[in-house]
C-alpha cells in the first residue's frame, strides 16, 4: 500500500466524504467519471449532493433528475416559507398586532417608504407588491444557502435569469400600458422634439433597444456572481475546517455574519434596479402627478 503524503495525516475520505477537491474545476457539477463517481462542486453539499453521492450514485437516471429538481425545490421552500409567514401574521389581525403582525407590518411600512421615495406614493403603492415579493424571494433564497444540507438557488444562472426575465417583461408590459406602444416607442427614442433629434431618433432607438435588452443579463448576472461567490467562500472555509480536524473546525462561522449582509444587499440593488427601471418609464407629468398625490 503507498504511503499517504505528508499533508494527508488524516485521509480525506474520513473527514469530508462528500467534500469535492477545491482545487476542481469551480463550475463542473458532473460526476468524475461515468461510474458514478463524487461530483465535483462549489458550495457546501447539499441534501440533493448528498443523496446523488451515496443513495444513487450508481443510478445515473435518479441523479439527474435531482440535479433538474434541486433549485426548483428549494424555491419552493422559500414560496411555503413566506407564504406561511404572511398567513400566520394576518390570520388574526387585531388593532393591538402582536409580535409577528408587528413586525412584519413593520417590515412592509419601511419598505412601502423605501419604494414610495422613488416613485411617489401613487405608482410607489401600485407596484409596491412586485418589488416587494421580488425583494422577499430573492432575499430568502440567498439565505437558503446559510442552512445547513440546503442550497441558495440564486447561486444558479438559471433561477438568477429567471428573475431577470421576469423583471424585464414586466417593465417592459408596464412601460408600453402606461405610454401606449408609440409612446414607448417614442420614449425609447429619446422622444426627439425637433428635425436634428428625429434625424438621430432611429440610432438613439436601437440603443436605448440593446441597453433594454442588457438589462435582464446584468441583472442575472450580478445576483448570481455574488451569491456563487458566497457559497464558494464558505465552501473552501468549511473544507479547510474539515481538513484541519478530525470532528471540524467552523472556519467559516465568521463569514456567516458577511453572508447575511452581502444576501441582502443584492436582494435590495435587485429590487431597486427593477423599480428605477419602472420608474423611467413613468410619463413626466404623470410622475409629477404620482408625486403630488402623497399630500
Known amino acids: 500500500m503507498a504511503e499517504p503524503h505528508l499533508s494527508e495525516n488524516v485521509p480525506q475520505a474520513e473527514l469530508a466524504p462528500h467534500f469535492a477537491d477545491p482545487g476542481a474545476p469551480a463550475g463542473h ?31 445515473e437516471a435518479a441523479k439527474h433528475a435531482l440535479e433538474l429538481a434541486e433549485n426548483t425545490f428549494f424555491s419552493l421552500i422559500v414560496v411555503l416559507v413566506i407564504g406561511a409567514i404572511v398567513r400566520l401574521a394576518t390570520r388574526r389581525m387585531t388593532m393591538v398586532p402582536g409580535k409577528l403582525q408587528n413586525l412584519v407590518e413593520l417590515v412592509i411600512e419601511a419598505f412601502d417608504k423605501f419604494i414610495c421615495g422613488i416613485m411617489g406614493r401613487k405608482y410607489g403603492r401600485e407596484y409596491l407588491p412586485f418589488v416587494g ?24 444562472y438559471q433561477t438568477t435569469l429567471a428573475l431577470g426575465l421576469c423583471t424585464f417583461l414586466y417593465v417592459q408590459y408596464n412601460a408600453i400600458r402606461m405610454n401606449g406602444l408609440w409612446g414607448y416607442i417614442y420614449h425609447l427614442s429619446g422622444s426627439p422634439k425637433g428635425a436634428v433629434m428625429w434625424v438621430f431618433a432611429p440610432f438613439l432607438f436601437l440603443l436605448e433597444l440593446m441597453g433594454e435588452l442588457i438589462k435582464p443579463v446584468s441583472l442575472s448576472l450580478r445576483l448570481f456572481g455574488n451569491i456563487m461567490g458566497e457559497d464558494i467562500l464558505l465552501y473552501v472555509f468549511s473544507f479547510l475546517g474539515v481538513s484541519l480536524l478530525v470532528w471540524g473546525f467552523p472556519l467559516q462561522f465568521p463569514f456567516f455574519f458577511l453572508a447575511l449582509l452581502t444576501s441582502t444587499i443584492q436582494s435590495l440593488v435587485f429590487s431597486l434596479l427593477a423599480t428605477i427601471y419602472i420608474t423611467l418609464f413613468i410619463p413626466h407629468e404623470r410622475g409629477e402627478h404620482g408625486e403630488g398625490s402623497e399630500h
Open 133 to 156: 415579493s421580488l425583494f422577499f424571494f430573492i432575499l430568502f433564497n440567498n439565505f437558503m444557502g446559510l442552512v445547513p444540507f440546503c442550497k441558495a438557488p440564486t447561486s444558479a
Open 29 to 59: 457539477s458532473g460526476a468524475q467519471g461515468h461510474g458514478g463517481g463524487v461530483e465535483h462542486i462549489h458550495e457546501v453539499p447539499n441534501a440533493f449532493v448528498l443523496l446523488r453521492n451515496s443513495v444513487f450514485k450508481d443510478n
